[in-house]
């Protein structure tokens, strides 16, 4: 709530589905824009998650006609195109945060980050994009994720890892394609997910997702290069063991041999991944823990928290600064 006892109201763009839909879970109402063609970032809500009611989609030809209380970009283009294609001068004058959900995809440590030299709020989703980024910033922010916790789904009866990753035959070796291509030649692996064919058993919808993914013995994430992927908070919270590469993120969520196994060398995750499959005491005792873990520490409850204070402290900071400077 602002000061005056109304629901914030934030305009974004449905950039990646599921960190919306678990941003939706705050309470304030999120507004999003579609037009025509349903472009990326102008689809909507889409039919993949359930959304609630406070998640409102509007076209963009009614979108200057509307009140907001803050900008909330995800993307260089919303940032630097978007805004002055479908937002008016008011509103663009509105406080504003840049959510950066990915490490630099440039230099890794020196690419200047495009809010640099700006006025505008910085929020990256881990400690290690903050790391990696030129925030020209001291004071950007880490709003670690939220998952809404499905239940308890594991049974490990499947002898099998699964990896869920969206289009990872198109995002090559950042994502691990390589790595999944190759090890899935001594260890029995399934890949899920939008455009894994011919690769892979296709899309899972996310509401089914607990159930089917809970069935495989653990959940193996490929990645070199990104931020902590939202599907390995989830399947730490279905209980399963993560395996894994010992970059970015994992190696603060992931101890080795308790809630599943990190390494660099492909050779030795191939060992532990015959090792879960061997030992499925041992594979449900580690996943028990993972999910232990992640109830405590990717808390959609924390998580929205700290998201309504940063929105709160964003719109409070802008109004001080105006205060400020008026004469």
Request: include cysteine; hydrophobic fraction near 35%; charge should be negative.
């Amino acid at each position: 709530m602002n000061g005056n006892n109304r629901r914030l109201r934030i305009f974004t763009w449905h950039i990646h589905g599921s960190y919306l839909y678990y941003l939706s879970q705050g309470n304030y109402d999120l507004y999003i824009p579609v037009n025509s063609d349903r472009t990326p970032g102008y689809y909507g809500q889409g039919t993949t998650f359930p959304f609630g009611p406070n998640v409102h989609e509007v076209n963009v030809e009614d979108l200057q006609s509307l009140d907001f209380d803050l900008i909330l970009f995800q993307t260089a283009n919303n940032y630097q195109n978007d805004q002055y294609e479908v937002l008016s001068a008011r509103q663009r004058a509105l406080p504003k945060i840049f959510l950066q959900h990915d490490p630099p995809w440039g230099h890794p440590t020196d690419t200047k980050h495009i809010t640099y030299g700006s006025d505008v709020m910085l929020v990256h989703v881990t400690h290690f994009n903050k790391l990696m980024w030129d925030n020209g910033q001291p004071d950007a922010q880490v709003i670690e994720h939220g998952v809404v916790d499905q239940g308890y789904t594991y049974s490990g009866e499947l002898n099998r890892g699964l990896v869920v990753i969206n289009n990872l035959p198109d995002r090559g070796r950042m994502l691990g394609f390589d790595l999944f291509l190759e090890m899935r030649k001594y260890v029995p692996l399934d890949l899920v997910g939008m455009g894994t064919e011919p690769y892979g058993l296709s899309e899972i919808l996310h509401p089914q997702l607990p159930a089917f993914a809970g069935r495989y013995r653990f959940f193996f994430n490929p990645i070199r290069y990104t931020s902590m992927g939202l599907a390995v908070c989830e399947a730490m919270t279905y209980g399963m063991p993560i395996v894994g590469l010992a970059t970015t993120e994992m190696v603060r969520h992931i101890r080795d041999g308790y809630n599943g196994f990190l390494d660099l060398n492909p050779a030795q995750l191939i060992d532990r991944m015959t090792f879960l499959l061997e030992n499925k005491e041992v594979a449900k005792t580690m996943g028990a823990n993972a999910r232990r873990y992640a109830l405590e520490k990717f808390s959609i409850q924390r998580f929205v928290h700290e998201w309504e204070a940063l929105f709160l402290r964003a719109i409070a900071g802008q109004a001080t600064a105006k205060t400020s400077y008026s004469y």
